[in-house]
């Protein structure tokens, strides 16, 4: 059974998860050395290593909790983890809830006040078309990415989940869209 964070995550990684064929996976290179972090990260390397470089694993291993790095996996590796009736029921953005389906924070980088933005922009008040709202959301993501880890590694495994989180809101977003622009 999957926790609420489970289900935050999922749907962002389905686009990842969309993507993601089995035949990429059996040709993932397997004779890479093994990032120095937790046993999760080892175990679930090539899943992971289509994703993130070494370096960003070793990051993100830094900056993640375990939890976060298995319910990564789970998705990865199963995108359909989340039920279709689970998404449609969940309330759709008219008031600020952080980023509803994804952990708020990612290390260093808080993402709760670019995710609040972002359920105003999908408001019944707003007049921005949800392209717009969406560019805006991973511009603000990356920056969030920079601000908390300057460049180099960190920022670069930040920046990876940021832009799994645009990916999940262009690939699931329009369900939740309630604003009076298009819903492109």
């Known amino acids: 059974m999957f926790s609420k964070v489970s289900m935050k995550i999922s749907l962002i990684f389905i686009s990842l998860g969309a993507t993601l064929s089995w035949a990429q996976a059996a040709s993932a290179e397997t004779s890479r050395v093994l990032p120095t972090g937790s046993a999760v990260i080892e175990e679930n390397y090539t899943s992971l290593s289509m994703f993130f470089s070494d370096d960003e694993l070793s990051a993100l291993d830094e900056i993640s909790t375990t939890i976060e790095i298995e319910q990564l996996v789970a998705v990865i590796e199963d995108p359909e983890v989340v039920g279709r009736d689970e998404i449609a029921t969940r309330a759709v953005a008219t008031r600020q809830n952080g980023c509803s389906f994804t952990p708020d924070r990612w290390g260093s980088a808080n993402f709760k006040p670019i995710c609040d933005r972002h359920d105003i922009c999908y408001g019944p008040s707003s007049r921005?078309?949800?392209?717009?709202?969406?560019?805006?959301?991973?511009?603000?993501?990356i920056a969030e990415c920079v601000r908390g880890y300057g460049s180099g590694v960190r920022s670069g495994a930040c920046k990876g989940v940021a832009e799994a989180y645009y990916r999940g809101v262009r690939t699931a977003g329009s369900r939740f869209y309630k604003g009076r622009g298009l819903n492109n």
Request: hydrophobic share 30%; net charge positive; aromatic share 8%.
């Open 128 to 141: 921005t078309n949800r392209i717009d709202c969406d560019k805006r959301f991973r511009a603000g993501l």
